[in-house]
């Protein structure tokens, strides 16, 4: 079973990188990856019961990540309806696109550490959408704003999922994480955006076309203001949310998207259908990208089926056994979280080490949260800020190897070292 499981990923990884020559979309491949990998574990195994449980449980997450995403992508499009992300883009005056780079860059690592590196990759591209006309440079941003989003998230609790994962398992404590990983984080930032903006040097900034007269605007200022301050309101009160309900995330955005619904309704209640149709929330979800929603589904589920044919749980315990040097061990994790999803390596790792051998915020979990929060950033299906990006800007996987893989690969690697050595000066 465990041959036949991994050589219908293999083929299945093979096929959503090579979309584009093959000319079958992303989405079909990772839907017929879930389910041969589901039928495979269901025929090997035998016990139906099981198999239901475990199949209950990953469409459960897999159900809480993709509302949390639907929910997330329909508030940024309302927003971007009533043209709220103005106040922002016009408040940029840059005209270099390096400097633009280090802006975009840090206020995405900071708003990542505040909402997660999901919500905020969501965001920022959609921002960028408003501030660079030629798309070349929009996909360079895109894969910047993944970098920098992947970075801001692993240092805090709640900016990344694997590093509220070691936060809920008690693995990690906030104040801890957030002074011990800060630092790598950063530098996992600032490499890429050095060579970046090295190499985009004086290039000006080309902004879309806008338009005159009255068209400029179809809401009022009034209505830009509030709608993006109650859109970036929800996205932010997530976190307080999950912290004072102790409610999983999807609920909270499912909350303020009704809120959001309401006010909208209540904003446009007297103009006439013509002139609010396009505001309204029921058509910001005809917007939204559906085929990556799809996407996201396949390729959670059949990671899923992985998880529970227990190949990554072997694949841990064989490193272990191998290597043995548990820094070595921590870096091929992370760089394995570019291939494959990081929850399962994560939650593998949980289960290989137990607190009793590395007590809570040891080198180990510190470590992980890093390496694994970070990682994802070398191939473009290594995270869900990636799959994001992937699905809003319709990025090539091999353009992202080519064009961002390395720097991102520079920036994580930059930072581990910085990490042990943080740890070895400290400790």
Known sequence: MLTAVAIVFVLSYLAIALEHPLKISKSASALM??????????????????VDA?????????????????GAMTIVEVVDAHEGFDAITSRIKTTRL???????????????????????????????????????????????????????GAWTPIGDVTTTMLWIGNQITTLSIMKSVFLASLVN?????????????????????????????????????????????????VPVFKTVTQLPPFMGILFGL???????????????DSKKEHLTLVHALTRIDMSSIIFFIGILLAVAALEHTHILTLLAQWLDQTVGRLDIIVVIIGLASAVVDNVPLVAASMGMYTLAQYPTDSFLWEFVAYCAGTG????????????????????????????????????????????????????
Do not use: C
């Open 258 to 272: 009704g809120m959001l619904w309401m006010v909208g309704d209540l904003l446009h209640l007297k103009k006439a």
């Open 98 to 152: 390096s400097t633009l780079m280090w802006m975009v860059g840090f206020v995405t690592f900071f708003l990542s550490s505040i909402l997660d590196n999901l919500t905020t990759t969501i965001v920022m591209v959609s921002l960028m959408k408003k501030l660079l006309d030629q798309r070349d440079d929009r996909l360079f941003f895109a894969g910047i704003i993944v970098i920098a989003a992947n970075a801001g």
């Open 33 to 50: 990856a879930a389910g041969w990998l589901w039928t495979i574990y269901a025929m090997a195994s035998g016990d139906v019961n099981q």
């Open 54 to 70: 475990d199949l209950s449980r990953s469409v459960m997450g897999t159900a809480q990540i993709v509302f949390f995403l639907m």
């Open 189 to 237: 930032l600032l490499v890429p955006l050095a060579v970046t903006s090295y190499l985009l040097g004086a290039r000006p900034v080309v902004s879309p076309p806008r338009k005159n007269g009255a068209d400029l605007h179809h809401s009022s200022a009034f209505e830009r203001n509030l709608m993006l301050f109650l859109g970036l309101s929800i996205l932010v009160g």
């Open 376 to 427: 994802g950033s070398i191939l473009i299906i290594g995270s869900a800020a990636g799959v994001a990006a992937m699905g809003l800007e319709k990025i090539d996987f091999f353009w992202y190897m080519r064009k961002i893989g390395g720097l991102a690969l520079l920036g994580y690697l930059a930072g581990a070292l910085v990490y042990i050595a943080q740890y070895r000066l400290f400790h």
